[in-house]
């Protein structure tokens, strides 16, 4: 069983940058891979971001590999998003997700986290 907790999200004024959070519980956190995704209002989820459980592979939605980074650290149990040169658009709750391999498929993740609002003012 792993629990996760996001946090970081807030309003930012387009061009800034954020760095969200997702702090997990549970002695397996190693094994599993981690991703980000968002939901804006009445869109669909979309993926973000996801990193193999090793740290040593990180996928990308082409709309956001310029901007985002995804990145691990086990030690800490913690995943992170770093947000650069965000836009109105991004605008969204974003969740982070554990699962067995880092895909872009939501259906393919275990566990999910509560969420953090992302507000981007133009």
């Known amino acids: 069983q792993v629990q996760l907790v996001e946090s970081g999200g807030g309003l930012v004024q387009a061009g800034g940058s954020l760095r969200l959070s997702c702090a997990a519980s549970?002695?397996?956190?190693?094994?599993?891979?981690m991703s980000w995704f968002r939901q804006a209002p009445g869109k669909e989820r979309e993926f973000v971001a996801a990193i193999s459980w090793s740290g040593g592979s990180t996928y990308y939605a082409d709309s956001m590999k310029a901007r985002f980074t995804i990145s691990r650290d086990g030690a800490k149990n913690t995943v992170y998003l770093q947000m650069n040169s965000l836009k109105p658009e991004d605008t969204a709750v974003y969740y982070c997700?554990?699962?067995?391999?880092?895909?872009?498929?939501?259906?393919?993740?275990?566990?999910w986290g509560q969420g953090t609002q992302v507000t981007v003012s133009s």
């Open positions: 997700a554990a699962g067995r391999r880092p895909t872009d498929r939501g259906t393919d993740y275990n566990y």
């Open positions: 549970g002695r397996t956190f190693g094994s599993y891979a």
